[in-house]
C-alpha cells in the first residue's frame, strides 16, 4: 500500500497529465473552430467533392462533432482533475 506522500505525489502526477490533456483538447477544438471560421467555404467544397452534402448537413455534422469534442474534454480531462486537486486540498 501507498504512504500518504506517495499517494499525493502519485496524485499530482495524475493530476498535471489531466489538466495537459485538458488544455490539448481545447486548443484542437480552438484550432477547429478557426480552420472553420476561415475555411469553411473550402472545406465544404473540398467535401462536397468527395460525399455529396448540404451545406447546412455540413455545419450540422462540424457543430456536433464539436460538442461531443467538448464534452469528451471536460468529462474526460477536467471534471476528473478538478476532483483530484478536492482530494488533495482535503488530504
Known amino acids: 500500500m501507498y504512504n500518504s506522500n506517495n ?3 502519485m496524485l499530482e502526477v495524475i493530476g498535471q497529465v ?3 490533456c485538458f488544455v490539448m483538447g481545447v486548443l484542437v477544438l480552438l484550432f477547429w ?6 475555411g469553411g467555404d473550402l472545406a465544404y467544397s473540398v467535401h462536397a ?6 451545406r ?16 469528451t474534454v471536460f468529462f474526460l480531462f477536467l471534471f476528473p ?4 486537486r478536492l482530494v488533495i486540498r482535503k488530504r
Open 7 to 9: 499517494m499525493n505525489e
Open 18 to 20: 489531466l489538466i495537459r
Open 33 to 38: 473552430l478557426g480552420a472553420l471560421a476561415l
Open 49 to 54: 467533392k468527395i460525399v455529396p452534402i448540404s
Open 56 to 71: 447546412e448537413q455540413f455545419y450540422v455534422i462540424h457543430y456536433a462533432g464539436g460538442l461531443m469534442t467538448k464534452a
Open 81 to 84: 482533475y478538478l476532483a483530484i
